[in-house]
């Protein structure tokens, strides 16, 4: 083709023909731009191809995400949560009869199960698109949502966090008072002593705290989902948009 045009230009120049030859330069410099910009237009096409494969592929891999999050946090609610409430209700209903030694209220404060549980939101997904420079593929509301849901997110994780903070501390205190090793050695039994009566009752105080505290953790996990949930279904419904 391209000797083709050269023969051309080759004899209008022989033939003297300057003006026909300017017009079929000109001509041919039009092709050349039009050939160009076709080969842009199909490269174009095919990187918007492309990239709506990418986008698609990181949107089903966040939706992935999100519902797998509100799976776990169901579990985390219904499961641990609700356990820890229902176990610390029915021991202060058993307290707040009284009429028992102060040695029986000790020992089912102890035998009270309380589960500690931590909130850990899957974000791999959109964590891999921000870091590979592929967060453009998201609309402006998308990814408003996305950062909405996450601050609501580590808010979460924040106030969990310092309630299994202060379980801690309770538990610790606890300890400070009762004999409450994992392995039960008889300790004070093998020293034929018995824990005082003011220490017994400092020991359950912290354990209530201790309850207290892990009640709010499960209560809490219940008012956090419902945000979370909410923040969740909004990026699924928008993810969702032809």
């Given at each position: 083709m391209i000797s083709f045009f050269r023969k051309i230009r080759q004899k209008l120049l022989q033939q003297n023909r300057i003006t026909q030859y300017l017009v079929y330069a000109i001509g041919e410099i039009f092709l050349?731009?039009?050939?160009?910009?076709?080969?842009?237009?199909?490269?174009?096409?095919?990187?918007?191809?492309?990239?709506?494969?990418?986008?698609?592929?990181?949107?089903?891999?966040?939706?992935?995400?999100?519902?797998?999050?509100?799976?776990?946090?169901?579990?985390?609610?219904?499961?641990?949560?609700?356990?820890?409430?229902?176990?610390?209700?029915?021991?202060?209903?058993?307290?707040?009869?009284?009429?028992?030694?102060?040695?029986?209220?000790?020992?089912?404060?102890?035998?009270?199960?309380?589960?500690?549980?931590?909130?850990?939101?899957n974000r791999h997904s959109f964590e891999d698109m921000k870091s590979s420079g592929n967060i453009q593929f998201l609309t402006d509301e998308q990814r408003g949502a996305l950062a909405d849901l996450i601050a609501q997110q580590d808010f979460t994780i924040i106030m969990f966090e310092k309630m299994i903070d202060q379980?801690?501390?309770?538990?610790?205190?606890?300890?400070?008072?009762?004999?409450?090793?994992?392995?039960?050695?008889?300790?004070?039994?093998?020293?034929?002593?018995?824990?005082?009566?003011?220490?017994?009752?400092?020991?359950?105080?912290?354990?209530h705290n201790k309850m207290n505290w892990s009640r709010s953790l499960g209560t809490t996990a219940e008012a956090r989902r419902i945000v979370i949930r909410d923040k969740s279904n909004k990026i699924l419904a928008l993810f969702s948009k032809k």
């Open positions: 050349v731009v039009i050939g160009i910009l076709i080969a842009l237009q199909v490269n174009n096409v095919n990187q918007r191809r492309l990239d709506n494969i990418k986008r698609n592929e990181y949107i089903i891999r966040i939706k992935g995400d999100i519902e797998s999050d509100l799976k776990h946090l169901d579990e985390l609610v219904d499961g641990l949560g609700k356990e820890n409430v229902d176990n610390i209700d029915r021991y202060f209903g058993f307290f707040n009869q009284g009429g028992q030694p102060l040695e029986v209220f000790v020992d089912s404060a102890l035998k009270t199960r309380l589960n500690k549980f931590r909130y850990l939101p379980i801690n501390l309770e538990d610790y205190s606890a300890r400070g008072y009762l004999d409450m090793d994992d392995d039960p050695s008889a300790f004070y039994e093998t020293l034929g002593v018995k824990i005082s009566l003011e220490d017994q009752i400092k020991g359950l105080h912290h354990l």
